[in-house]
């Protein structure tokens, strides 16, 4: 007898991380690999951060506090709001898997668009449920088509906003109109795991959505613009029945205390905030005139990264870069997503994508860009 594994679970694709440096380093020879492709803040962790850490490694001794109470509490003064509503996971990851076993049953479905990010889909399927998926339009989110996909059985509605990969944004406006045709039964999930980086006006108000009423969760991470991806901590807003009831499933200790004390340390950092704004901005704007002289066409991009038609095969491309040491992300057909690094880094970017560009010849690969 061997262990059998469900079909549905066995058919799962695994996440596909960003390369790590040191692989491409040892596979390609090279040293000093330049790392775009996780999104992650090339600035660094919060200085403010990195000095709590040291003072807090002699308790490590201790188990957590399994309720967060700091960081809830300074989240909850942050947002206006009670900190009944806050939930803290192991990565906004973690509250997506949660979400998934809060309100979905077997066969129940769950509405997804595609290009977004992978584990939606990943947390659905792994938990029986039904991944209904809608393809955005001209890049951006297609919201009456994702309307039109609800069903009695839906529970679930994702929207990634800024969308991962494309950088693009649903609007307050579009929300407000698409929350008003949704039924009740709905929970719709907006990941703004990069909300911190958006400087359009007319971003969404989730905070002020919810106490309209409306069904929302929202969820952010500190693995972005924080730059505390390796600790592993996010947060959502939700109504305090839903996260009494993603209380009682999840582990007892799921954020460590490094992590609740680096999160804290780093939320009231507005310098490393403001300096990694700043950085995101001039590093877009250096490769939206690189991507303009190549005539390549892109999506102007609310977070960190930027979305690029490559008008080739888009893994050739990728593969031609990891040589000249910069790893990217290759999403799909002609479409990479390249992170927007340290000034050094983008210029290093720049130099071998454009060797790369101009030694392969643009060819007919098809997108929707
Ligand atoms: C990076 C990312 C997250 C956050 O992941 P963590 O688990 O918090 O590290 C969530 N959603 C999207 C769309 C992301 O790109």
Request: glycine share 8%.
């Amino acid at each position: 007898m061997s262990i059998e594994i469900h079909p549905t679970i066995a058919a799962i694709n695994p996440y596909i991380p960003g390369r790590l440096a040191e692989e491409i380093e040892r596979e390609f020879g090279i040293t000093q690999a330049t790392k775009l492709a996780s999104n992650e803040n090339a600035l660094g962790p919060s200085p403010k951060a990195l000095s709590v850490l040291r003072d807090e490694t002699n308790t490590l001794n201790r188990y957590p506090d399994g309720n967060g109470t700091a960081l809830k509490h300074s989240l909850a003064q942050k947002y206006g709001i009670t900190a009944d509503r806050i939930m803290l996971g192991n990565g906004s990851d973690e509250l997506i898997a949660l979400l998934v076993k809060t309100v979905m049953a077997p066969g129940d479905d769950a509405i997804i668009a595609t290009p977004s990010f992978s584990i939606y889909e990943t947390a659905v399927t792994a938990g029986f449920g039904n991944a209904i998926i809608v393809p955005l339009t001209d890049c951006h989110y297609d919201l009456s088509a994702m309307a039109k996909a609800i069903t009695p059985r839906t529970r679930l509605l994702f929207i990634c906003n800024p969308n991962n990969p494309t950088g693009t944004i649903v609007n307050g406006e579009q929300l407000l109109s698409f929350l008003h045709q949704i039924p009740k039964h709905v929970l719709v999930v907006v990941d703004e795991a990069y909300g911190e980086y958006v400087t359009t006006p007319d971003y969404p108000d989730i905070i002020g959505l919810q106490s309209q009423g409306h069904p929302l969760v929202v969820l952010r991470t500190f693995s972005k613009i924080y730059g505390l991806a390796g600790l592993r901590i996010g947060y959502g807003i939700a109504s305090p029945t839903v996260i009494e009831t993603m209380n009682k499933i999840r582990l007892p200790f799921n954020t460590n205390t490094l992590a609740q004390r680096a999160a804290l340390a780093a939320l009231q950092d507005d310098d490393h905030i403001n300096a990694s704004r700043a950085m995101n901005l001039t590093g877009k704007a250096l490769f939206y005139d690189t991507f303009t002289q190549l005539g390549l066409p892109f999506t102007h991009s609310e977070a960190n990264f930027v979305y690029v038609n490559t008008k080739q095969n888009g893994k050739v491309a990728f593969e031609a870069l990891l040589r000249f040491g910069v790893i990217v992300r290759h999403i799909d057909g002609p479409m990479l997503r390249i992170t927007v690094g340290l000034p050094h880094e983008n210029e290093r970017f720049i130099t071998a994508f454009r060797t790369v560009m101009q030694t392969s010849p643009a060819s007919n690969a098809s997108s929707n860009l």
